[in-house]
């Protein structure tokens, strides 16, 4: 089960502003119910501040109101879907090996695409546009050791991403 974002803080704020249980409080925040009723009695964590999960979105008022009416219900972690996509999607992790081959498939991009706009290749290989700029106009620090190659052999992008922004490149054409 996912916990919420600084659970401590997420119980206090419950036990401040919410008619739960210990035991759905506990079961949330991933603690055991002797320390939710120890917060409640300000033996424990008198210190920290409530934490809202609403305005955090990590619950909804009617999951709460939900669990309020029933005892025996458990609360649910709120999950926004707009987000839960692009977490899926990921962020792509590059390494530092690949990192210094960006300035190489940049080169080859503008060689083999040279009306490739810079925000187009900023998105597909995750760089900066005075980088881009510098090996364009061949002021680039290590410009004599660039060699142009093919991103996608690189591994800075797929083939597909490669395909989709050479085809957004012909249809700004028509």
């Known amino acids: 089960m996912t916990l919420p974002l600084m659970p401590k803080a997420t119980a206090v704020w419950l ?3 919410t008619t739960l249980t210990f ?4 079961d949330f925040c991933g603690m055991h119910t002797l ?5 409640a009695d300000g033996d ?3 210190h920290i501040m409530g934490f809202d ?3 955090n979105e990590q619950l909804t008022r009617e999951e709460i109101k939900r ?3 029933d005892p025996e219900a458990r609360l649910e972690l709120y999950t926004n879907p707009e987000v839960e996509k692009l977490l899926n999607k990921g962020k792509r992790y590059v390494s530092q090996a690949k990192r210094n081959d960006r300035p190489a498939a940049i080169a080859w991009i503008v060689k083999h695409h040279p009306e490739m706009r810079d925000s187009q290749i900023v998105k597909l290989l995750r760089t900066t546009k005075p980088t881009i700029l510098a090996i364009r106009e061949r002021t680039h620090k290590n410009i004599h050791n660039i060699v142009p190659r093919n991103p996608v052999t690189l591994g800075l992008c ?4 490669l395909n989709a922004a050479v085809q957004a490149i012909n249809s700004y054409k028509s």
């Open 35 to 39: 320390e939710i009723q120890a917060i």
């Open 158 to 161: 797929s083939e597909s991403d």
């Open 15 to 17: 036990l401040d502003n």
């Open 23 to 26: 035991q759905q409080i506990a």
């Open 44 to 46: 424990v964590a008198s």
């Open 67 to 69: 669990c309020e009416a």
């Open 53 to 55: 999960p609403i305005v």
